[in-house]
């Protein structure tokens, strides 16, 4: 039998194996093309096992993690390791002359290397004591900006995925600023999922949300269970095209486009970001 359409996994270059798949998970893949055409990719492991790899950390309660960035200067065809880093759900990006990976281990943390990833700051916190989540999204530029979304862990009287109680924060840094200090960056005011979603109100919509109890997980059906609905995983998306009903022309719209933690799956969230004349995003 032949088949029209090429399996997409067949011609693939590894970038990077786990050394004991059984105890150590490969997670976030995150990917940017840098200035001079190389690529970089990043990635985290978790598991019972990287607790004994070298320069393991801990993430919280008992797991440990393990960023990793890796540099391609053949399109691809061969990689090379180039730096490890202490957190996880990391993304790599170019501003400027600067290549930076910004991801959290509880507070957000960023490095930052001026030489194409030869050599590399240490690790910044942009913010102190506080709990973020997110996965390796996109970066968007405009503006002479770049732009990311990060999830501010709001409260902490959840019980299970505080889903419910994240905040999908837009930040905002200038190009050829350095990224690693947090004065060089906007953030957004904080839009709570439930304090912005009457959790028995929800029949407004023909979704399948499961009922679930407002700070705890409960049991759906079975063995399964489903955590309080929210959101989480967010991309910043803009619409340029000026016919379209969400475009703002003079570019200081964004739309964030996220999960939508429901207990079933296919469904989104969005919510708007709007940079005020002072500066600030609501």
Known sequence: MSFK?????????????????????????????????????????????????????LRKKGKYTLGKAFLSKDHGQTWEHCVDFP????????????????????????????????????????????????????VHYANGNVYLVMEKVCYDDVEGWPVSVMAPVLMRGQIGV??????????????????????EKIDYLPIPFFKTEPKRRVTVHGHRGCAPIGWLETNVVQFVDESHYLCD???????????AHTGGTGFAAIAKAVENDDGTIT
């Open 5 to 57: 359409v090429r399996p997409l996994a067949s011609d693939y270059i590894t970038v990077y194996a786990s050394p004991d798949p059984q105890n150590v998970y490969c997670y976030s893949p995150g990917i940017a093309v840098l200035n001079n055409g190389w690529l970089m990719v990043t990635l985290d492991l978790g598991g019972p096992g990287v607790a004994e790899m070298p320069g393991a950390v």
């Open 87 to 138: 957190f996880y759900h990391a993304r790599p990006f170019t501003a400027g002359d600067s290549i930076y990976i910004l991801g959290h281990r509880q507070d957000l943390m960023v490095i930052r290397s001026d030489d194409n990833g030869k050599t590399w700051s240490e690790p910044t916190k942009l913010t102190e004591g506080e709990e973020w989540h997110q996965a390796p999204s996109n």
């Open 178 to 199: 350095d990224l690693t200090k947090r004065e060089n960056w906007t953030f957004a005011s904080e839009l709570i999922f439930r304090e912005h979603v009457q959790h």
């Open 249 to 259: 022309p003079t570019g200081h719209t964004f739309h964030l486009w996220m999960r």
